[in-house]
C-alpha cells in the first residue's frame, strides 16, 4: 500500500499541533528543515521537530535539507524523529551516517537532488531504508511537479529490484493528484503532499484520495508484479 507523508509546510506553523492532527490516518508527518545556507529558505529546527513529537502520534519523517548532516542529523533521531532523510549533495560520509541514524534507532533515508544521478550511490543502497528523488529544486513548496524525474524514478527501482532490497522510494515535489499516479507507475511508494493536502478543505480526505490514486496505479504499474 502507497504511504502518504503530508509535508508540514505547507501548514499552518501558528498551529502546528492542530496540523498534525488534521492529517489523521497518514502514515508519516513529513518535516522539511532548512537552513538557509543548503537551501535559500530557512524553516524550523530541532526544539520544533522535538515539540512536534510530543503533540502527536504520527511519526515524524524528516527531511534535513542542510549543511553538515554528518553533525546534526544524529539530533533529530534523538528529538524524536522515526525516520531521518539526509542529502547525498551535503553528507561527507554517507555510509556512516546512515548507520549512525539507524543504530540510533530511526530509518536512514539519502535524498538527491533532481539533477543528482542515482546511478553512483548504487552500492550504498543496502545502507539506506528510503531513498528521496526530489521532484522540485528543494527549498520551497508549491512548486510546479518535474515530469523529466519520471526516468530516473523507473531507473532507481531497476536498481531497488536488481539488488532484491525492501527500499522505499519516495518522492517529493509537486506531488498531487494529477501528479500522483505517474510517480506510483514509475516505481515510488511513499509520497510527500504539501498543498494537496493542507490547501484541501479536508487534509485527512486528501490524505485518502492520494493514497487511492496511488494503490490504484500502483496495482497496474510493471515493477510491481509480484511485488
Not at 543548503?38 to 502520534?57: K, M, W
Not at 539519502?110 to 529544486?137: F, G, N, R
Not at 536488481?162 to 514509475?186: F, N
Request: charged share 20%.
Amino acid at each position: 500500500m502507497a504511504q502518504i507523508n503530508p509535508s508540514i509546510l505547507s501548514a499552518d506553523f501558528a498551529r502546528l499541533a492542530e496540523e498534525a492532527q488534521a492529517v489523521e490516518g497518514a502514515d508519516w508527518l513529513h518535516v522539511d528543515v532548512m537552513d538557509n545556507h543548503f537551501v535559500p529558505n530557512l524553516t524550523l529546527g530541532l526544539p520544533i521537530v522535538e515539540s512536534l513529537s510530543r503533540a502527536t502520534d504520527t511519526p515524524l519523517d524528516c527531511h534535513l535539507m542542510i549543511e553538515d548532516p554528518d553533525r546534526w542529523a544524529p539530533g533529530y533521531v534523538e528529538a524524536g524523529a522515526g525516520s531521518v532523510t539526509f542529502h547525498v549533495e551535503a553528507a561527507a560520509a554517507p555510509v556512516r551516517l546512515a548507520r549512525e541514524i539507524r543504530a540510533k534507532g530511526a530509518r536512514a533515508s539519502m535524498a538527491l537532488k533532481p539533477a543528482t544521478p542515482i546511478e553512483p550511490y548504487e552500492d550504498l543502497l543496502p545502507e539506506l531504508d528510503m531513498l528521496l528523488i526530489m521532484t522540485v529544486e528543494p527549498g520551497f513548496g508549491g512548486q510546479s511537479f518535474l515530469d523529466i524525474m519520471l526516468p530516473k524514478i523507473r531507473r532507481t527501482r531497476e536498481l531497488i529490484s536488481r539488488h532484491g532490497l525492501e527500499l522505499w522510494l519516495q518522492v517529493d515535489g509537486g506531488v498531487s493528484e494529477s501528479t500522483i499516479e505517474r510517480c506510483a507507475d514509475a516505481g515510488a511508494d511513499v509520497f510527500v503532499a504539501g498543498s494537496a493536502v493542507y490547501g484541501a478543505k479536508d487534509p485527512a480526505g486528501a490524505v485518502r484520495a492520494l493514497r487511492a490514486k496511488a494503490d490504484g496505479a500502483t496495482a497496474f504499474a510493471p515493477w510491481a508484479c509480484g511485488h
